[in-house]
């Protein structure tokens, strides 16, 4: 595929300058044209936007927490880099977040991803592929493409398809739950991710200054969330299951 039909889109918030550096070693080493999203700002995220776009309880299984203003402001810079695939008429675009550095087995897993892509083709690459179980769709040198299931979390590394991303858009114009849990839902958004293994990234934000959507939580919260959170997965994997 020519390379000029995919282009990559880092998101970055203005205000975490300890990542610029990082953004400009990423952007310097990506095999593509990159273009730099302005991330949305949970701290001046406007209530009226909040009110438009986040609904508890919209799908099933429900989602058990409420969304903080940082994790809705994290969906709508996906939802910006999303567009502006659209928008720009390519085939695919590379999403990557600030706090991502490219390993040595990069190289085979872009030419993976790559040469497997299609408009309608969504492919992760995850940070920790040692997570996930699945069918082999593809295989090029040292690396493979699976379809995950369930899909992993975290939305690090993906290259989307433009017929992918506008199902995203139109499957999340209002939203109930954070952006890598959204994808999951493969019986919601009409798009079935795949990954490919190796992923060739790694998250270093602890090497930044720390997550920019994490929030302190009190002991009787963690504890409540540690609680719920396998619940959830276990109904999320259920549902995977029964699409395949």
């Known amino acids: ?32 044209a990159t273009e730099i999203i302005d991330a949305v700002d949970g701290r001046t995220l406007d209530k009226a936007v909040i009110e438009q776009v986040y609904r508890r309880h919209l799908h099933k299984p429900h989602y058990p927490f ?11 810079s996906h939802r910006k880099a999303w567009q502006a695939i ?31 892509i299609t408009a309608d083709r969504f492919i992760r690459l995850p940070f920790r592929p040692e997570r996930e179980r699945g069918q082999e769709r ?40 954070p952006v890598d849990t959204t994808v999951q839902m493969t019986w919601v958004t009409g798009v079935i991710p795949l990954s490919v293994h190796p992923g060739g990234v790694q998250e270093v934000s ?13 002991i009787a919260n963690r504890l409540v969330r540690e609680v719920l959170r396998p619940l959830y997965r276990m109904r999320v994997k259920r549902n995977s299951q029964k699409q395949n």
């Open 66 to 76: 409420e969304l903080s203003t940082s994790e809705i402001a994290c969906f709508l």
């Open 138 to 177: 593809f295989r090029s040198g040292k690396a493979r493409i699976i379809q995950p299931m369930p899909v992993g979390l975290g939305m690090v590394a993906q290259l989307v398809g433009c017929d992918a991303a506008k199902r995203l858009l139109s499957a999340t114009e209002q939203f109930d739950r």
């Open 206 to 218: 602890v090497r930044l200054g720390g997550s920019t959507i994490q929030q302190k939580r009190s």
């Open 1 to 32: 595929m020519p390379s000029e039909t995919i282009k990559a889109f880092i998101i970055h918030l203005e205000r975490a300058k300890d990542r610029r550096t990082q953004v400009k070693k990423l952007a310097a080493k990506l095999p593509v």
């Open 86 to 116: 659209v928008d720009q008429d390519l085939i695919a675009g590379l999403v990557i977040e600030d706090d991502v550095a490219l390993n040595k087995d990069f190289p085979a897993a872009w030419a993976a991803a790559k040469a497997y």
